[in-house]
């Protein structure tokens, strides 16, 4: 069975401030893949990253990046000087590579604030 | 290039009615799915195609039945409506199978069953 758990359900940060997204996975597959999407006020899901098992390098785009650690089945999502725009729910969601859905989890909703 | 859209946008049903959510893509994907998406509990899949004239069960595929006659469309019907179905409808298609390739979600539907 896969699972993807995102214990924090609420963040609220001020602008400018980092924030970092927790998400932790359960899987047996060897070979899976993990995403990233984010869900804005306006109701529409957009994807944000996409990592497979094999591939460990940590990624950066703009204020965005990605730290992938197989040692404890985490893919944590920081942002760097958060932003009012920022403000939506992100998921972090789970597949191995035979399988046809997204397992997301239950998704942590970032309010940053001026 | 409209990407996946998704109609009607909202919806009311009474219990015991029945209705049928559009869902259409123009990007020639193959596979299709169907996600419901209730609060607190990020998205969960409902049905998926792997290629026109195919349909398969996800997760949550009680009280919905799909047909996918056309490779652009996908249909997801609720014969008779209970207030449990009340939710945010979510279409997505894809290249390739499953997560291995990005998927594109539609604007989502919003449905209440009184």
């Known amino acids: 069975a896969q699972k993807v758990t995102q214990a924090q359900t609420e963040i609220s940060v001020v602008e400018k401030e980092d924030v970092t997204l927790d998400c932790v996975y359960e899987t047996r597959d060897t070979t899976y893949y993990l995403f990233w999407y984010k869900q804005p006020p306006s109701g529409e899901l957009v994807f944000l990253i996409r990592r497979n098992s094999f591939d460990e390098q940590n990624e950066i785009s703009g204020r965005y990046s990605w730290n992938f650690q197989k040692s404890t089945s985490s893919f944590n999502f920081t942002i760097t000087a958060s932003q009012v725009v920022d403000s939506a729910v992100y998921f972090c969601?789970?597949?191995?590579?035979?399988?046809?859905?997204?397992?997301f989890g239950k998704g942590t909703s970032l309010l940053v604030t001026p | 290039n409209a990407g996946v859209t998704q109609t009607p946008k909202f919806r009311v049903l009474k219990t015991g009615q029945s209705m049928t959510l559009l869902c259409a893509q123009d990007m020639n994907h193959e596979y299709m799915y169907w996600y419901r998406q209730d609060p607190g509990m990020g998205l969960r899949l409902i049905h998926y195609s792997v290629g026109e004239g195919t349909t398969a069960k996800g997760e949550v595929p009680d009280g919905y039945n799909v047909s996918r006659l056309k490779k652009q469309n996908f249909l997801l019907g609720l014969e008779s409506a209970a207030p449990s179905q009340t939710s945010v409808y979510f279409c997505?298609?894809?290249?390739?199978?499953?997560?291995?390739?990005?998927?594109?979600f539609g604007p989502g539907t919003r449905l209440t069953v009184t």
């Open positions: 969601a789970l597949s191995g590579a035979s399988g046809y859905a997204l397992n």
């Open positions: 997505a298609s894809s290249y390739g199978q499953g997560a291995t390739y990005e998927q594109y």
